[in-house]
């Protein structure tokens, strides 16, 4: 099973940035990074997990909730078997722990499918201030 680490996350004032980095690893011989979709989720206190943005690695598509369009952006690196989220003009609304997550052979849209994700990281905590 992929096992997911994502990191990046801090404290930040509203307007500034981050990078999220979501590190792949646990291949098999029947698997590789490219195989994969990967999402990024978010979960604020008291409300529900939302899909924030997925990649497509094999075909390249993508997805953005409108909460974060043409604010966040995602991308991949094979060689390095990992997934960004750069996240720009954060605004307070913005704070939750945001997870990685991944399907076998998923595209962009999975996300937006409502997919099941087969694979979880263990979270890593942004706060945007006012």
């Known amino acids: 099973e992929v096992q997911l680490v994502e990191s990046g996350g801090g404290l930040v004032q509203a307007g500034g940035s981050l990078r999220l980095s979501c590190a792949a690893s646990g291949f098999s011989s029947d698997d590789y990074f490219d195989d994969y979709a990967y999402g990024w989720f978010r979960q604020a206190p008291g409300k529900e997990r939302e899909g924030v943005s997925c990649?497509?690695?094999?075909?390249?598509?993508?997805y953005y909730s409108d909460s974060v369009k043409g604010r966040f952006t995602i991308s991949s690196n094979s060689a390095e078997n990992t997934v960004y989220l750069q996240m720009n003009n954060l605004k307070p609304e913005d704070t939750a722990v945001y997870y990685c997550a991944a399907l076998i052979f998923g595209t962009a849209r999975a996300m937006s499918d409502g997919a099941d994700f087969n694979s979880w990281g263990q979270g890593t905590q942004v706060t945007v201030s006012s």
């Open positions: 990649i497509g690695v094999a075909d390249g598509t993508t």
